[in-house]
């Protein structure tokens, strides 16, 4: 048998195709300096545009916003908020008995003046337990709950200068307007209260802090 010649190649008149990368399990090196290379992953902003904070962080540090609305003021103190519920438990008594002393009003010259006074004593009551609810004032309160204890002391003048009551019906005639000098006098001291003070001075320093035309 005749031996092929030795210039013969047996990949002769095969096509060379280009040569990828290289097999990773035969040369890892070359084969990842092939790859191109990613970019580096970039994490999208935060909603809003404020950087990131320590958990727990107080509002109004860095990284957080402000809390909605501005800052916060003084807090109302419990002292308030039971002086205002006193003054209104107070008014809803007195104008109930206001309509009862009026209708008698319509005889008697002066038990019309009472029911007038007590009616407007109840305008004064709402609108100081209003004031003490908000921290601008305690005046109102001040002047209504006074009306009322003033009013307490007319009727017990009153009573007593009644000559046909007994010891038992005079003692039963005087546990009415002690009654309702109870709450008024209660509402008066917690009005006058330290932390109620605190709180109106408080509420009145901001006030003339956001608006500097109103200081003196």
């Known amino acids: 048998m005749s031996q092929p010649p030795s210039s013969w190649d047996p990949h002769a008149g095969q096509q060379d195709y280009p040569q990828g990368p290289q097999n990773p399990y035969g040369s890892t090196e070359s084969f990842q300096q092939q790859q191109p290379s990613q970019p580096a992953y970039t994490p999208p902003p935060q909603y809003g545009g404020y950087p990131p904070a320590a958990y727990g962080a107080p509002y109004g540090q860095p990284g957080y916003p402000p809390p909605y609305g501005g800052p916060v003021g003084p807090q109302r103190p419990g002292a308030a908020l039971a002086a205002a519920v006193l003054s209104y438990v107070q008014a809803g008594l007195v104008l ?21 006074v007590q009616l407007i004593s109840v305008g004064l009551l709402i609108f100081g ?13 001040v002047i209504g709950n006074g009306v009322q204890l003033g009013l307490v002391v ?42 109620v003070s605190r709180f109106i001075a408080e509420k009145q320093g901001q006030a003339q802090a956001q608006n500097p035309q109103w200081r003196s």
């Open 129 to 141: 337990a209003v004031q003490l609810t908000s921290g601008t004032g305690r005046t109102m309160a």
């Open 154 to 195: 007319y009727y017990l003048v009153r009573i007593s200068s009644l000559d046909s009551l007994d010891t038992a019906d005079f003692e039963g005639a005087v546990v009415i307007p002690l009654f309702f000098a109870v709450m008024p006098a209660v509402a008066l001291g917690l009005a006058f209260s330290s932390a």
């Open 96 to 116: 109930i008995c206001s309509f009862f002393v009026l209708a008698a009003g319509t005889e008697i010259v002066e038990l019309l003046l009472i029911g007038i």
